[in-house]
T-cell receptor, first 116, second 114 residues
Framework: AQKITQTQPGMFVQEKEAVTLDCTYD???????LFWYKQPSSGEMIFLIY??????QNATEGRYSLNFQKARKSANLVISASQLGDSAMYFC?????????????FGTGTRLLVSP | GAGVSQSPSNKVTEKGKDVELRCDPI?????LYWYRQSLGQGLEFLIY????????KSGLPSDRFSAERTGGSVSTLTIQRTQQEDSAVYLC????????????FGSGTRLTVV
């Protein structure tokens, strides 16, 4: 079974600063994928970034980067140069890649508030 | 279509009535997921369809919940004898890959049971 833990219910950051959202995961399977999604107040789920367990380098997508520490089973999201529009809920998710059923399991989320 | 389409966007129903929620995934996507999100909560997995395989129903909370996917495309989530605790946003997502990559979510159906 896989499990995702997000220990920060809420985070505050000032505009233009960087912020790290924590995510730890638990699985005994060596092949898995890690995802981050953003959910603004409008409710849609927006895919941000993906990291495969065998990827050699940390994933980056614009201002988003994933700090993947495999030994610690952590996959923290780093948002650089925060913008007011980054205020939203952020969800970490994981799925196993070598099984027939690839259920995407989500953490409980972190609410990020960016202040001017 | 260009994205995952869900209908209706909002549904208010009386306790005890049955409801059907529809999801139209991106054309060609073989994987389809239903999730439930209660107010201020995370996403709760309900059911997963992959191609022609038997679905993973392990997340359905009770036998009042069922889902089907016809022709490998459109999916319908049915809730029978609705209860107030069924009130939530029901999200559908689809994916073309069995490996990595993003899943595309629909805008959800907000269900309110009164």
């Amino acid at each position: 079974a896989q499990k995702i833990t997000q220990t920060q219910p809420g985070m505050f950051v000032q505009e233009k600063e960087a912020v790290t959202l924590d995510c730890t995961y638990d699985t005994s399977d060596p092949s898995y994928g890690l995802f981050w999604y953003k959910q603004p107040s409008s409710g849609e789920m927006i895919f941000l970034i993906y990291q495969g367990s065998y990827d050699q380098q940390n994933a980056t997508e614009g201002r988003y980067s994933l700090n993947f520490q495999k030994a610690r089973k952590s996959a923290n999201l780093v948002i650089s140069a925060s913008q007011l529009g980054d205020s939203a809920m952020y969800f970490c998710a994981m799925k196993l890649l070598n099984t027939g059923f690839q259920k995407l399991v989500f953490g409980t989320g972190t609410r990020l508030l960016v202040s001017p | 279509g260009a994205g995952v389409s869900q209908s209706p966007s909002n549904k208010v129903t009386e306790k005890g009535k049955d409801v059907e929620l529809r999801c139209d995934p991106i054309s060609g996507h073989t994987a389809l997921y239903w999730y439930r999100q209660s107010l201020g909560q995370g996403l709760e997995f309900l059911i997963y369809f992959q191609g022609n395989s038997a679905p993973d129903k392990s997340g359905l909370p009770s036998d009042r919940f069922s889902a089907e996917r016809t022709g490998g495309s459109v999916s319908t989530l049915t809730i029978q004898r609705t209860q107030q605790e069924d009130s939530a946003v029901y999200l559908c997502a689809s994916s073309s890959q069995t490996g990595g990559g993003g899943y595309t979510f629909g805008s959800g159906t907000r269900l309110t049971v009164v």
